[in-house]
């Protein structure tokens, strides 16, 4: 065998090594993370998504531009799920998590072409990671749950930019009440909020400041027979989630019927099967029937006569907020349904909204109803004031704010060069790029808002060298001053979670050496052209599903 090749890998597959794999794995990452830089902030551009079927989705939310995004890199995939830990973890923050995450490879590769080993810089950006949280967590100011100014400025500042911000002084109010009414306070006298008590419906057809905040639960749906009642007090609730019809039979069955008298008798059974089904229910005592299927015609009459108010197809989440709403059990087989499993509430039908108003007992459930003109408004209104009530829960649990506008980045920035001192090695370096990749926070801001990004940052960093530490930009004058008094306030949860992903997500890339793929490394079918040219051919999946918007 000597001088004759070991062939183990097959013909089709390729191998890109060591820095060419590095140059491939960052190019795809930071590809992905300037995608959404132009959305961030209040002066943040949206996107126009339009999927493989013809849906349009129009956002400047960076998690889900990423999620509708047809990517086809495993790089690029990375760095969607730092936007989807980000959501997941802290609610809101998740353009920030990105673009900082494809600044700290930007600043990587400098530092490779100095020669400086990946091991090296990934041990530098952990050390600066944890002192950075260690920092924020330094800078923070606390906040308690009732200083309802505060708590509302943070759902304003994450809402700005956003679809909801032409009403957001209303909409942080209802989210305000929102989010009070399922926090509840620990033996330990921390604060825990639940938001499993709290739905989101929306409307079309009125306007944002028309959206309100309603105790109970909101069902869009309407009576299944005219002749049922709409309006009950106390009511007894039985939720089901099996169809009150008859049973189908199995498939391929057939029924041979000779004479009418057969047809009759066979309709009379059905008829029969509907009439037992609808007794077990009147003989739990139940005023209300919710079903999240269907309910047979003759069935619905019969409920009608026995003054049983019926509602069908309701959504599965919608059933399961009302069980906590009316403290029910949802129920499977109508044979052991029993009074024990009803909830009791309030019913009031709102004809104007053609809704149904739920309210329980001693339940704590509350409902956004959110209204907009159209299906898009009201689509982008959701995803903003989610974001909201989930930055407004994380710092009502959490008890800590930041200055926003790009404060914190810039103070985070001295700080970290003046550590980066005490750091002995090459990892200095590397601590130091962690200080510059986290003021592109500042400079984008600036970009998006038409400002000088370089100005705006030396002005910046003149201010915090005076001392100012909550010095940041206004976007909307232009001015860099106190964000914190000008009301431009962050969760301390959401931006000790941005720097943490996005590092994570940096040192994982920057940690492979080595690209081994089974087939074309270049998603479009190109030639393999070999060595670094084969970077931009590793994103051209990921690049044409992001044509129409880039």
């Given amino acids: 065998m000597q001088g004759q090749p070991m062939i183990i890998m097959g013909d089709d597959a390729q191998r890109m090594k060591d820095k060419n794999a590095q140059e491939h794995n960052i190019a795809a990452a930071r590809a992905v993370a300037e995608s959404v830089r132009s959305t961030l902030g209040p002066k943040g551009m949206d996107k126009m998504l339009v999927s493989s079927m013809g849906s349009v989705t129009v956002t400047n939310d960076g998690v889900t531009i990423l999620q509708e995004m047809d990517i086809d890199n495993p790089t690029a995939e990375m760095i969607v799920e730092v936007a989807e830990t980000q959501e997941n973890e802290a609610g809101d923050g998740t353009t920030t998590a990105v673009a900082v995450a494809g600044e700290l490879l930007k600043q990587a590769e400098d530092l490779i072409e100095q020669d400086i080993h990946p091991t090296a810089i990934i041990r530098g950006f952990d050390l600066a990671s944890k002192q950075a949280q260690e920092e924020i967590d330094d800078i923070a100011e ?29 909409l942080s109010q209802i989210i305000y009440d929102a989010v009070e009414a399922v926090t509840v306070e620990a033996e330990d006298g921390s604060h825990v909020t639940d938001l499993e008590f709290l739905n989101i419906e929306t409307q079309t057809g009125r306007s944002a400041g028309d959206s309100e905040l309603l105790e109970g639960a909101v069902i869009d749906k309407d009576p299944v027979h005219e002749d049922m009642p709409t309006d009950l007090d106390d009511a007894s609730i039985l939720l089901i989630d099996q169809p009150v019809e008859v049973e189908e039979a199995e498939a391929d069955a057939s029924l041979s019927v000779d004479s009418p008298d057969q047809l009759q008798q066979f309709i009379e059974q059905e008829e029969q099967q509907l009439r037992e089904k609808v007794d077990q229910i009147v003989e739990t005592g139940a005023d209300v029937v919710v079903c999240q299927k269907g309910i047979d015609d003759m069935a619905q009459h019969y409920l009608a006569k026995e003054g049983v108010l019926a509602l069908r197809r309701v959504k599965k989440s919608d059933m399961q907020f009302l069980k906590e709403v009316v403290e029910a059990n949802i129920v499977s087989d109508l044979d052991s349904a029993s009074a024990e499993d009803l909830g009791t509430g309030d019913l009031t039908r709102d004809e104007d909204a053609e809704l149904f108003y739920v309210e329980g007992g001693d339940s704590h459930g509350v409902t956004l109803l959110l209204r907009g003109s159209t299906e898009h408004v009201v689509d982008e209104l959701e995803r903003g004031v989610n974001d909201a009530l989930d930055v407004v829960a994380a710092t009502v649990t959490d008890g800590r704010v930041l200055a926003g506008g790009g404060a914190v980045e810039v103070e985070l920035a001295r700080r970290l060069r003046d550590y980066a001192d005490s750091v002995e090695g090459r990892e200095q370096l590397a601590v130091e790029a962690f200080g510059d990749a986290v003021e592109l926070i500042p400079r984008v801001l600036a970009e998006n808002a038409g400002l000088d990004p370089i100005d705006t940052l030396v002005d910046l960093r003149a201010a915090h060298d005076d001392g100012d530490e909550k010095a940041g930009l206004n976007v909307f004058s232009g001015d860099v001053e106190d964000t914190l008094d000008a009301g431009i306030v962050e969760p301390a949860h959401a931006k000790e979670q941005a720097v943490s992903s996005a590092t994570e997500a940096a040192n994982l890339v920057l940690k492979i050496d080595d690209i ?35």
Wanted: aromatic content about 0%; cysteine-free.
């Fill in 142 to 170: 606390s906040v308690e749950p009732d200083d309802e100014e505060t708590i509302r400025k943070v759902a304003e500042t994450s809402m700005t930019g956003k679809g909801a911000e032409l009403n957001k002084e209303h």
């Fill in 516 to 550: 081994i793929s089974a087939g074309d490394l270049s998603t479009e079918g190109e030639e393999d052209e070999g060595g670094p040219g084969g970077a931009p051919g590793g994103m051209g999946g990921m690049g044409g599903g992001m044509g129409g918007m880039m």
